[in-house]
């Protein structure tokens, strides 16, 4: 049976210095960034779905619970590939208790690489036939990563074909003060797009003058440059 030694053995197998040094910049985990004290082994995502794999089937709930709290950000982000794998691999009986663990360790998903490995796939595919209320709460708690974690939950509603969360959850963080907040929502809008152009533009015919300027970039980076021009130069 795997330990959390294992775990974290075979993740230092893969350490490289240099992605070690880098990691902290790319993630802000300086003094006053978004990701403040986050520690690295400097293990590229690949390797860590490696060992995730290697180890989601044998791993114990309290272990993993354990490493969703780890200090060192590579081994939360493994852990939460191996979360996915239990809930996605799980019987419909089984899967809330998945969905309640990945609830009660929210605390543990705070960069937006932990966020968008997870939202969608643990918490939005649960509440597809569900009451919705908890994105809403998320999305009015004042947590950065819990406000991400409620817009990005919704693309599993948008690959069904399923907008109104996505609309209502983007005019609650329309006026959010951070940018990691405002690709999201611009990222959710812009799938949105993709799948139904016509329910994209409801919203942005109504909000695009308001949108901040990197969520709107975001929301029309698909579109035709006509169309993509005529918002950013608020021509519409």
Do not use: C
């Not at 089937?57 to 272990?63: A, L, P, R």
């Not at 852990?79 to 543990?108: C, H, P, R, S, T």
């Not at 690709?183 to 812009?190: E, F, P, S």
């Amino acid at each position: 049976m795997s330990t959390i030694s294992d775990i974290k053995h075979s993740l230092e197998s893969y350490h490289d210095f240099q992605k070690a040094e880098k990691a902290p910049k790319f993630f802000q985990a300086h003094k006053g960034g978004y990701g403040e004290g986050d520690q690295f082994l400097g293990v590229a995502v690949p390797d860590q779905r490696k060992v995730a794999k290697k180890f989601w089937k044998e791993i114990s709930s309290k272990e993993l619970e354990s490493l969703l709290n780890d200090p060192i950000h590579e081994v939360r982000l493994s852990a939460i590939f191996m979360l996915v794998e239990k809930y996605k691999k799980a019987k419909k009986e089984e899967k809330q208790f998945w969905v309640d663990m990945y609830l009660k360790n929210l605390n543990g998903v705070n960069n937006w690489d932990l966020v968008d490995s997870s939202a969608d796939k643990i918490l939005g595919n649960w509440l597809l036939d569900k009451d919705r209320t908890l994105l809403y709460d998320l999305a009015n708690s004042g947590d950065l990563w819990r406000e991400r974690i409620s817009i990005v939950a919704t693309y599993e509603f948008i690959r069904k074909g399923d907008y109104e969360d996505t609309y209502k959850i983007a005019e609650i963080l329309l006026n959010h003060p951070h940018d990691l907040i405002h690709k999201a929502v611009g990222w959710m809008l812009k799938e949105m797009g993709k799948r139904s152009p016509e329910a994209e533009e409801v919203f942005l015919v109504k909000f695009y003058e308001k949108m901040p300027r990197t969520m709107l970039r975001y929301a029309v980076e698909k579109m035709g440059e006509k169309r993509r021009q005529a918002y950013l130069k608020g021509t519409i």
